[in-house]
């Protein structure tokens, strides 16, 4: 989450769904979820090779718009950061206007504020689709065509 304050209604249940959604795709089976002053955060480690496991990372973080608030680093068992630009993938794009984020925070091209809003955006859109899916599941439709 941009800006100095961490969190929002609904950004948990983004993050742990999204933590999920990473465990199913990485299978990772070792996990550390845990909230600091830089908000939630998780460690997990995956049988997958490092190089895999960023190439997994970006297609979350770039599935869904209210993905890009997500921020997955993949390190090598020496320690070695995996980074896009080493996998030939493009940047991560800029919450606001879609420019490469580095670009946008080195030149401070947006004020906090209207970052933290376009991340407060993604997180409502976020939160939007999953009740329409909770809904979903539960409806009586969904009960009938259960029988
Ligand atoms: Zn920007």
């Known amino acids: 989450m941009p800006g100095p304050c961490k969190w929002h209604d609904g950004l948990e249940r ?3 769904d999204a933590v999920e959604g990473l465990s199913v795709q990485l299978g990772t089976n070792v996990t550390v979820r845990m909230t600091d002053a830089a908000g939630y ?3 997990a480690r995956s049988p997958l090779g490092p190089e895999a496991c960023k190439r997994v990372s970006v297609a979350l ?3 869904h ?3 890009r608030l997500l921020d997955i680093d993949c390190f090598s068992a020496d320690g070695r950061a ?3 630009q080493s996998l030939g993938v493009p940047e991560r794009r800029c919450l606001v206007c879609d ?3 580095a670009a946008c925070i080195q030149a401070k091209r947006h004020p906090i504020e209207q970052v933290t809003h376009a991340a407060i955006r993604l997180i409502e859109a976020y939160g939007r689709v ?3 899916k909770h809904i979903k599941y539960l409806s009586i439709e969904n ?3 259960m029988d």
């Open 130 to 132: 999953a009740e329409k």
């Open 65 to 67: 718009c209210w993905n």
């Open 61 to 63: 973080e770039e599935r």
């Open 14 to 16: 983004l993050f742990l």
């Open 99 to 101: 420019n490469p984020h």
């Open 41 to 43: 955060y998780t460690l």
């Open 82 to 84: 995996i980074t896009r």
């Open 143 to 145: 009960i009938r065509g």
